[in-house]
């Protein structure tokens, strides 16, 4: 069974008079126990597609249909509620608060929603990151590593349909990285979950079922 489907996504920027052109015509399906890896060059439109797909950052052209729901098509709260219960984005760059803490950041999204079983998941999820001993840090106190870590448990809090993670081991090392990877992936077979993953790593990407390359604004 489908739970999102990309129809034709094509997306520009425009910057001081000059277009971009990034994501050309991307068109997309994601069952739901289905991985799928993302790979191309520095540059290529990667994170722009997560953000469309996320509900982030509406396209130019095409829709983006999540469970029969064209999600721009919409009101404000139907994508608000998309991208909070729905959705667990792992981001590049990780957007953590800054005056939160470990504890507090990786709760957070659970508290938007009042979900009941939050705490009892936060502790699961960082015994499972190996974050106990920092739970009372602030983002500036971590490791870059640390950050991708308390981003990747934040993600799975609200135990999302479907996690878009960009770039989610870029800052870990091999060890680590596989301890994430394969919980991550357990976590896909044991609850139903899908996965939509960008990498630069052939070795992160062999963990997916389907492998793309985004070549000139298409998937390959
Ligand atoms: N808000 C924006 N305004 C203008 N141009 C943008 C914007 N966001 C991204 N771009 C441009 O779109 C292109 C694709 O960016 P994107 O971040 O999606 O690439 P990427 O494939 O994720 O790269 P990387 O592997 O380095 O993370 C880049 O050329 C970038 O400069
Ligand atoms: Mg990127």
Same mark, same amino acid.
């Given at each position: ?7 034709? *996504?094509?997306?520009?920027?425009? $910057?001081?008079?000059? /277009?971009?052109?990034?994501l050309?015509?991307? @068109?997309?399906s994601v !069952?739901v ?9 520095s +540059? @290529? +439109?990667k994170s722009s597609?997560?953000?469309?797909? +996320?509900g982030?950052?509406k396209?130019?052209?095409?829709e983006?249909i999540?469970?029969?729901?064209s *999600?721009y098509?919409? !009101?404000?709260?139907?994508? &608000?509620?998309?991208?909070?219960n #729905? ?11 800054p005056?939160?803490?470990?504890y507090? %950041?990786? *709760?957070?999204? @659970?508290? *938007?929603? !009042? ?6 998941? =936060? &502790? ?11 739970? %009372?840090h602030?983002?500036?106190?971590l &490791?870059?590593?640390?950050? #991708?870590?308390v ?8 135990s ?6 960009d770039?989610?081991? +870029? %800052? $870990?090392?091999?060890?680590? @990285?596989?301890? =994430? ?15 939509i993953?960008? /990498? ?5 990407? !062999?963990?997916c %079922?389907?492998?793309?390359?985004l070549?000139?604004?298409?998937l =390959?």
């Amino acid at each position: 069974m489908s739970l999102l489907i990309a129809k034709n *996504i094509n997306k520009k920027f425009f $910057l001081h008079d000059k /277009t971009i052109d990034v994501l050309e015509d991307i @068109s997309l399906s994601v !069952n739901v126990e289905e991985s799928i890896a993302i790979m191309g060059k520095s +540059g @290529s +439109g990667k994170s722009s597609l997560l953000h469309i797909l +996320g509900g982030l950052d509406k396209p130019c052209k095409g829709e983006v249909i999540f469970k029969k729901n064209s *999600i721009y098509n919409q !009101n404000k709260k139907y994508l &608000s509620n998309y991208r909070n219960n #729905q959705i667990g984005f792992i981001f590049q760059s990780y957007h953590l608060l800054p005056d939160l803490t470990v504890y507090e %950041n990786i *709760i957070l999204p @659970s508290s *938007i929603l !009042n979900n009941r079983n939050a705490k009892s998941t =936060v &502790s699961e999820l960082i015994d499972i990151m190996d974050l106990g001993c920092r739970i %009372n840090h602030k983002p500036h106190e971590l &490791s870059g590593g640390e950050k #991708q870590r308390v981003a990747i448990a934040r993600s799975l809090v609200n135990s999302p349909a479907l996690i878009l993670a960009d770039e989610p081991t +870029g %800052n $870990l090392d091999e060890d680590t @990285s596989k301890h =994430v990877l394969n919980y991550l992936f357990q976590a896909i077979h044991n609850f139903s979950k899908s996965i939509i993953l960008v /990498t630069h790593s052939k070795y992160v990407a !062999n963990y997916c %079922n389907k492998k793309y390359d985004l070549i000139n604004g298409i998937l =390959v």
